[in-house]
């Protein structure tokens, strides 16, 4: 059971502004990726290298025992192509963090021995059946290394932890069902949607994109009828799915996905999120600049100052105070939110 201080500390930190207590921890360990997905820039930045080392991690772990962090999230670029990935899991470990790892799962294989060993769980990225999968990501054979990757690990571990994540967008939706049936063949044990991102600079993207560029990935105007039925026909083919909670996100949130692209077009508001990702989590990129969410502008970095004094500083306790998550235009806009009360268990 999670204790009465951490709570208080949870509490305290929603109050203030001031942290206290900081549960999750989202760090990118590389970069590049080695993917080229259509709805993402990241790999168009592989050129330009970045990646922590054993030193940031093991500089960290003061400010994260302080403020009793219990998961840090590996995402990237893609995390295991940081030769000290493992190392980095190893520190951690230190402190009795749990840590998952977001996957392109294209060497899921390779890594499996020391995933099972030092990785709690597993989130991959899966757009589609096999055939749409492999050309939204633009690498021969993406499905069948990630599957493949699945299988060695589930027989290393036939309990170890596997999920993935989809982003519905307009290349995919009509093939909604088939991911789901995908990520049941593969033997994945729960599967996300959310929609995508297609307004922010998050992604590595230095320039905004266009409305060309936008609508390459956006469902457009016309496809929203059938974006509809397509979920409708979801809500009651895979009932018992939702139910049993394979599907991670309610029909609810299945139907706001639906929602936010159709504000694109006037035709509804934006769907309400409640979001608290700022006062109980922190992103820490490959170069070490810290932001407060995926989206939002740096703190800090950590090549400068520790997570603590970054966290706590009077620009960082200035922006939470006056970030209103309701009305923000950022937020209102954002695809990938969090929202952990201060007595949720990790």
């Known amino acids: ?34 993917c080229r997905c259509v709805m993402c820039d990241i790999w168009k930045g592989n050129h330009n290298l970045k990646q922590l080392t054993a030193n940031d991690i093991t500089g960290l772990l003061s400010a994260l025992k302080k403020f009793g962090t219990q998961q840090v999230l590996m995402s990237g670029g893609e995390a295991l192509l940081n030769p000290n990935f493992f190392q980095f899991c190893k520190i951690l470990k230190q402190e009795k963090i749990k840590i998952s790892l977001l996957s392109t799962g294209l060497t899921l294989k390779k890594n499996a021995l020391q995933i099972v060993e030092w990785v709690d769980d597993v989130i991959v990225s899966l757009d589609g059946d096999e055939t749409m999968h492999n050309a939204i990501r633009n690498i021969p054979d993406a499905f069948g290394k990630m599957a493949e990757g699945v299988d060695v690990i589930k027989v290393i571990n036939p309990d170890f932890k596997i999920t993935c994540r989809t982003v519905i967008h307009q290349q995919n939706f009509r093939v909604w069902s088939q991911i789901i049936d995908s990520a049941k063949e593969i033997g994945l044990d729960q599967i996300s949607f959310l929609p995508a991102d297609v307004s922010s600079h998050a992604f590595n993207r230095e320039v905004l994109w266009d409305k ?4 390459e990935i956006l469902p457009g105007e016309k496809d929203l009828p059938e974006l509809k039925s397509v979920i409708d026909i979801l809500l009651t083919t895979y009932q018992k799915d939702f139910a049993s909670n394979y599907i991670a996100e309610s029909p609810e949130k299945i139907n706001k996905i639906y929602q936010y692209y159709a504000s694109f077009y006037g035709l509804n508001e ?15 990129e490959a170069d070490g600049t810290v932001r407060p969410c995926f989206f939002h502008e740096a703190y800090g970095n950590i090549k400068n100052d520790p997570l603590d004094e970054i ?19 950022t937020c209102k806009k954002c695809v990938c939110y969090l929202n952990l009360s201060p007595q949720t268990k990790l």
């Open 212 to 215: 060309s560029r936008q609508h």
């Open 311 to 329: 966290m706590n500083s009077a620009n960082a306790i200035t922006f939470r105070k006056q970030l209103n998550t309701d009305r923000n235009e």
């Open 270 to 284: 934006l769907p309400y999120k409640k979001c608290n990702a700022p006062w109980v989590s922190a992103v820490i």
């Open 1 to 34: 059971m999670q204790n009465v201080l951490t709570t208080y500390k949870r509490y305290r930190t929603l109050q203030t502004h001031v942290i206290s207590a900081l549960p999750i921890v989202i760090l990118m360990p590389h970069s590049a990726c080695n």
